[in-house]
């Protein structure tokens, strides 16, 4: 019997970073999402340089994003928006179903991060992604139910496990949901998972 290649999982780690904050979390992201089974990361930062660019193509070559941007003023950085706007708009229609997820960072805890998470949410859902949240807690004290956050960078095991988790989850609900491999279904996992305050 001859079992069938799937093609694999792409996943899209988009970002925005000015102190470089978000850009160390898009690293974790990229790396929870690679502990899924066939997933090939394309790690891309708006206004980057080189091959580490951010262009339409690499959104219309993924099946899931996790996009990640600096809190400015409780929303996205304007980098970022300019990106969706000016880059993406002639693109509209032309990725609806594709999963989506958010992370940020901000320079102290209660500058809004949760707001901006929410902002690129609403970005991602005017495009026609699907977008979610995390149920799971990261640790004793940390969710993710509107995408990873970081006070600065993720200084301690707790923000790095929340941003790897959100890409591992973004992997699996792509593998479910764009490829149809229900081994990866979250749901089937939750033995693995971590409780509320456990």
Request: glycine fraction near 12%; include cysteine.
């Amino acid at each position: 019997m001859t079992l069938a290649v799937t093609s694999p999982v792409k996943i899209l780690v988009l970002y925005d970073s000015q102190t470089g904050n978000v850009e160390h979390m898009a690293a974790l992201v990229a790396e929870g999402a690679r502990e899924i089974t066939n997933t090939e990361v394309r790690i891309r930062k708006v206004g980057g340089a080189g091959d580490l660019r951010a262009t339409p193509d690499d959104v219309l070559w993924a099946d899931g994003l996790a996009v990640g941007s600096p809190t400015n003023m409780g929303v996205l950085s304007w980098r970022m928006k300019q990106f969706w706007d000016e880059e993406m708009g002639r693109h509209w229609m032309k990725i609806d179903g594709k999963i989506g997820c958010a992370f940020s960072s901000a320079g102290g805890w209660g500058g809004g991060m949760e707001l901006a998470c929410q902002s690129i949410l609403t970005v991602l859902m005017n495009f026609g992604l699907l977008v979610f949240g995390v149920t799971d807690y990261a640790s004793r004290d940390l969710t993710l139910h509107y995408g990873a956050v970081a006070a600065k960078a993720p200084s301690d095991e707790h923000g790095r496990a929340a941003c790897r988790l959100l890409g591992r989850r973004l992997a699996e609900w792509t593998a479910t949901l764009g490829h149809g491999n229900t081994s990866e279904h979250p749901g089937g996992k939750l033995a693995a998972r971590r409780p509320a305050h456990a």
